[in-house]
């Protein structure tokens, strides 16, 4: 007799799990201001700071404070897991679809979620949605569920981002540190080349 109360789960024969971010630049402000601020403090023609920002950039300790003053509006979409460690830099401010507010309003799919998702689970779920049961609902939810956030953030916190992040083991940051390097108006500010540059060192060193 067949056993209809636990059906086989097809499981994809590819258990790789395929990295999942998108990233968008909403805006930028603050880099004329920057240059200002910075001509004040050289005592030299404003038009001189974009040569002089870009040498200042990398060097920290004070040197390139302008880069506090730049700041960048970003739209991300990306698993909780990739939030959680977001969210360990403090000198940003977020916005993001919320699970306490939003998640009740309709069923989830297979596309909210960065991979392959049990069905069962899924049915799971939904079934917390149907009866509004919040608490198990959020208890529940697997990482790899997406979140879209707004996220405002300086480039100093960038350039943070950048040196500590680049060369993670959690994929997503790589495909946030190129996103940014394409889509930012000032990348020569970003030690995007420096970390790269030590990235191949590094290998070639391994050898």
């Not at 403090?41 to 974009?50: G, H, S, T, W």
């Not at 870009?54 to 730049?70: P, R």
């Not at 998640?103 to 079934?127: A, S, V, W």
């Not at 350039?159 to 996103?179: A, E, G, M, T, V």
């Amino acid at each position: 007799m067949e056993n209809t109360e636990n059906p086989t789960i097809k499981i994809p024969e590819d258990n790789l799990v395929k990295p999942y971010l998108t990233l968008r630049v909403l805006n930028e402000a603050g880099f004329k201001e920057a240059m200002f601020g910075l001509s004040l403090n050289k005592k030299q023609p404003i038009e001189n700071m974009p040569k002089i920002a870009t040498k200042l950039a990398s060097m920290d300790g004070g040197h390139n404070k302008f880069l506090e003053q730049i700041i960048v509006w970003l739209e991300v979409r990306a698993p909780r897991y990739f939030w959680v460690e977001a969210d360990t830099y403090r000198l940003t401010s977020k916005s993001s679809e919320s699970t306490m507010h939003s998640i009740l309003k309709g069923h989830l799919d297979e596309k909210d979620f960065e991979d392959f998702i049990n069905p069962k689970i899924l049915g799971y779920l939904n079934d917390y949605v149907n009866t509004k049961d919040l608490l198990k609902l959020k208890t529940m939810l697997p990482e790899g569920f997406l979140q879209r956030r707004m996220w405002m953030v300086s480039y100093k916190t960038l350039r943070n981002i950048i040196i500590q992040r680049y060369n993670h083991r959690l994929p997503h940051w790589k495909i946030f540190c190129d996103q940014l390097k394409r889509q930012l108006d000032h990348p020569e500010f970003l030690p995007f080349d420096e970390v790269e540059k030590n990235i191949k060192s590094q290998g070639s060193s391994n050898e």
